[in-house]
């Protein structure tokens, strides 16, 4: 049986030529059950229209503006993206396989319900490469953090379902698996600002809470530090900068530091980097 993510559902109605075409475009805001044949559309203004059931595959879309419209069931299959405009549009179930984006101004967010069956997570994996690719190109630098992010997701349950299919050892292959999610839940795979929030603040908690309570294996004095006091060791000890006042350390103290001026190198600096850019933007 034919995959209905690749084929029009029937009965549908076959235009030949772009005139026919607008002329319903012109009498109708919701189009239903086509298979556009002609090769192109150049120079167009498309608004406020609902398509459903339609094929656009393998054709060159160039120079036109499509404005709060709504794609349903498409197919857009070797389609050719040139210097189009979406704005406020948005695809469900729409399949993008071998589609090329050139010059496009899109939000990634608007190809969110395009793909959301795991099967077709190969043509997700294209879709979000071909954005993250036009933002570099075009340095639409607010929408490349949302594509990059995009991609691993759905780069990842790539992997778990070719997994899954080729009927591989999902134990075998845990390490990578949980590498992924760890990624993607901390980190946001380093293009979700929130999520290296999140996990920077959690990590100074915790390690703010194990001085506050335990400040005897850390000192070689006894001492009884406020919450503020642990807070600023832990941070001034991750920023690398020291911390006065506080007794010399026993080794249990000089591993704590170790570990937070690891955290420091690493999960703090990419997190105010993260921030810094945010702002710049």
Known sequence: M????????????????????????????????????PAEIVNKKIKNTKFNNISFSKKTITDTDINNCEFTDCLFIGTDFIKVNFSNCKFIRCNFYKSNFEQVYAKPSQFSLAITDKKYSNIAVHLYNQLRNNYRDDSQRKYKSEAEYQFEVWDARQYLYELK?????????????????????????????RNLIATTVTIISILTLILYSFPQLFFTESIKPSVVQSIYYTITTMATLGASGFPNPTLSGEILIICNVLMGISLLSVTVNSIFKQVIR
């Open 165 to 193: 299919s080729n009927k591989k050892s999902l134990f075998l292959h845990a390490p990578i698996l949980i590498k992924k999610y760890l990624h993607k839940i901390l980190f946001g795979y380093g293009y979700r600002t």
């Open 2 to 37: 034919p995959d209905p993510f690749f084929i029009l559902n029937s009965p549908f109605k076959t235009i030949e030529n772009e005139s026919e075409f607008f002329e319903l475009l012109q009498n109708s805001r919701h189009l239903c059950d086509i298979l556009y044949k």
